[in-house]
């Protein structure tokens, strides 16, 4: 049954998914999409960081297995934005296999290009309706 196999993998993916790094200047984005993380992934960690540096000093102090990490990261932000993230995870073998996926407002073919060449794995247009988010989440863990 195909069905059941689909499914039988989106509940692997999201048991393996232990720990979810949301990271978003904006204090609603952040909210919104950490309510729909908990809605639909249930019993996750969620760490949140307001910018691309906190992440980085989050990650070299976390012990976690990184084959349980997930990272959604906003494109513009102080400090380092998300571009310079993701390029960084990529350079760096520890890092180089955790998912990426970025959300942002712009619709600009050329930054989501740019974002995709760096290595992320998908990208999100931030929704007008905070109930999108909800679908953003499942699209992760699929």
């Given at each position: 049954m195909q069905g059941s196999s689909h499914l039988e993998n989106l509940y692997n993916k999201r048991t393996q998914m232990r720990k979810f790094y949301i990271v978003d200047d904006d204090d609603d984005d952040r909210m919104f999409l950490k309510e729909a993380v908990h809605a639909v992934l249930g019993n996750v960690e969620i760490?949140?960081?307001?910018?691309g540096q906190d992440l980085?000093?989050?990650?070299?102090?976390?012990?976690?297995?990184?084959?349980?990490?997930?990272?959604?990261?906003?494109?513009?932000?102080?400090?380092?934005?998300?571009?310079?993230?993701?390029?960084?995870?990529?350079?760096?073998?520890?890092?180089?296999?955790i998912p990426v996926f970025m959300i942002s407002t712009t619709t600009c073919k050329e930054l989501i290009e740019k974002a995709y060449k760096l290595g992320v794995r998908k990208y999100f247009v931030k929704p007008?309706?905070?109930?999108?988010?909800?679908?953003?989440?499942?699209?992760i863990a699929s």
């Open positions: 760490v949140e960081q307001t910018d980085l000093k989050a990650l070299e102090i976390d012990d976690f297995d990184k084959k349980h990490i997930v990272i959604c990261t906003d494109m513009n932000m102080p400090k380092i934005d998300g571009f310079d993230v993701i390029e960084f995870l990529q350079s760096q073998s520890e890092y180089r296999n007008y309706k905070i109930c999108e988010y909800s679908s953003i989440v499942q699209e």
